[in-house]
């Protein structure tokens, strides 16, 4: 199963969980706060992707933290093709993804 890195601000409202949608997709994912992208992205060895689920009402100060984030883990995951999609709301999110993925060369399966 696929799995798919989720951070947003921390703050998750049960009528916006991404993660119910991407399972519903087929895919398994990990929900984390922005602050442990890092870490939790070293627990995951190859996302299928990582989406930035910024808050609809951010601030530009916020916003602009998820965009170097975005820019920088672009720069990371780069060499593994892995797409880093930002996203201001659920609706959408799951679409991008799916577009992003169905779009990608499949890979080997891991044994």
């Known amino acids: ?7 947003d601000s ?4 049960p ?3 991404l993660s119910a949608e991407l399972a519903g997709m ?10 442990a992208a890092d870490d939790v992205l070293a627990l ?13 009402h951010a601030d ?9 984030l975005a820019t920088r883990l672009r720069k990371t995951l780069a ?5 880093v999609i930002v996203t201001g709301a659920v609706n959408g999110a799951a ?8 779009s990608l060369p499949v890979a080997a399966a891991d044994l």
């Open 44 to 56: 995951i060895p190859s996302p299928a992707a990582v989406v930035l689920q910024m808050p609809q």
């Open 79 to 83: 060499e593994t093709h892995t797409p």
């Open 1 to 7: 199963m696929q799995k798919v890195l989720v951070v």
């Open 15 to 17: 009528d916006s969980a």
């Open 26 to 35: 087929g895919y398994a994912s990990v929900t984390a706060p922005f602050e």
């Open 60 to 68: 530009w100060s916020e916003r602009r933290r998820f965009l170097e």
């Open 10 to 13: 921390g703050e998750r409202a």
């Open 95 to 102: 679409t991008m993804l799916q577009n992003h993925l169905s």
